[in-house]
């Protein structure tokens, strides 16, 4: 069965329903073209690493005094059966020791999360790192965590957008002859938002003998803003209106104002064209949280010299959604970082620069390098159980099927 055939508004269709060759048939499907083959992987760029980071004697679970080479200024993907020892490489010893370097104290994500109560053991990883260290400057480590945790943080607030959407609406003629500043249009705050809901846009209401439930706000009717406030207009709409706009609709809107038409460009790239700008944290799935976090990212001035790490990033993501993914990572190492992603998709590995072949097998039978080097020379690794699914991958990017994802 497949739905859509984009997400969002312009989703929500059954488009087929049957037989997978079925499905061949069907023009609107996005699925079936990756499906048959019709949209091969773009390929390794074959970039040439600008220095190494080497981590030395790894001691952390089911790594007992592991080498490794990271290369510097390409994109390498991270690969191995599950429990192979990829994460405690990659996404746990490799992001601890460059923290350390950076004079950063690592952080215990269990007990930040408030997953253990009471002591917690934080376990150390062993080891040493080396080689060119002083080449990174900036470590950022991007999952698919949640951005908020209450419906307050939401996509527009997240990335920064609403800073500027808020002061645009308070250089409006209307806002100052009101004297109504930025933080006039803010639902976080007192003197705009809505008294009744406080700028949540729903209240909770009491049920006799069962649990409370959520109802839009009485007084304002989810909008969160108290009326003299959505009075205010900018090219026509309210501060209301313009938080209900998908990200495609806001593209338009913002046409003219670079420092909210950018963002917003980025997310529309990213394959997030379809989110509203007040939509809640606590809405978006893992996939979205991440590209977000990844589009905020690219919108900093990008210096080069950072080192971006990545677990897992096309996990729960469509083909189409993980190739754009990917483009967004290609341009991080273009303008000179370090991107370094743990993947199991080999449609993603085939278009690294590098690859890392953790395992053999897994917990006792892995935790070693099984096979490093591009792309081409570990699908030929005699050892290494990802080889011939690479191989696999390759031979299908190198099949001369054209790209007509255009």
């Not at 499906?35 to 007992?64: M, T, V």
């Not at 909008?223 to 806001?250: F, H, S």
């Amino acid at each position: 069965m497949d739905v859509g055939p984009d997400a969002g508004e312009r989703g929500g269709r059954v488009l087929y329903s049957g037989d997978p060759d079925g499905l061949r048939e069907i023009a609107e499907s996005r699925t079936a073209r990756y499906l048959f083959d019709e949209i091969p992987a773009l390929g390794s760029r074959g970039r040439e690493p600008s220095g190494w980071l080497e981590l030395q004697g790894i001691h952390r679970h089911n790594l007992h005094g592991v080498d490794a080479r990271i290369p510097l200024g390409v994109l390498t993907a991270v690969t191995g059966i599950s429990g192979s020892g990829k994460s405690s490489l990659v996404a746990q010893a490799l992001p601890e020791l460059v923290l350390l370097h950076l004079g950063h104290e690592p952080e215990d994500d269990a007990a930040d999360s408030g997953a253990i109560e009471g002591p917690t053991v934080i376990e150390v990883t062993g080891g040493h790192l080396a080689g060119d260290v002083d080449a990174v400057q900036r470590l950022v480590q991007v999952d698919q965590k949640p951005i908020g945790c209450t419906p307050r943080s939401n996509l527009a607030t997240y990335t920064g957008l609403f800073d500027h959407v808020r002061k645009l609406f308070a250089a409006t003629p209307d806002a100052r002859r009101r004297r109504y500043d930025a933080g006039r249009f803010s639902f976080n705050v007192a003197k705009g938002r809505c008294e009744t809901c406080e700028g949540e846009g729903f209240v909770s209401v009491e049920l006799l003998f069962m649990p409370s439930v959520y109802a839009p706000c009485p007084t304002c009717h989810g909008a969160r803003y108290d009326e003299a406030t959505l009075k205010v207009r900018w090219n026509g709409r309210n501060i209301a209106e313009v938080l209900q706009m998908t990200v495609d609709e806001a593209r338009e809107f913002f046409a003219g104002e670079d420092a909210v038409a950018r963002p917003l460009q980025l997310l529309r790239e990213i394959g997030l064209g379809y989110l509203r700008l007040g939509q809640p944290a606590t809405e978006l799935s893992g996939g979205e949280a991440q590209r977000i976090k990844l589009a905020t990212e690219l919108q900093r001035s990008q210096r080069g010299r950072s080192l971006y790490v990545l677990d897992e990033p096309t996990t729960g993501l469509h083909a189409w959604d993980a190739d754009r993914l990917l483009v967004q990572l290609q341009r991080l190492v273009d303008a000179g970082n370090t991107v370094v992603m743990i993947e199991h998709d080999m449609r993603a590995v085939a278009q690294a620069d590098w690859v890392i072949d953790v395992g053999p097998g897994a917990g006792d039978a892995g935790g070693s390098i099984v096979a490093a080097g591009a792309p081409q020379q570990v699908a030929r690794a005699p050892s290494s159980r990802t080889a011939p699914f690479l191989a696999q991958e390759l031979a299908r990017a190198a099949s001369g099927v054209p790209d007509r994802r255009s």
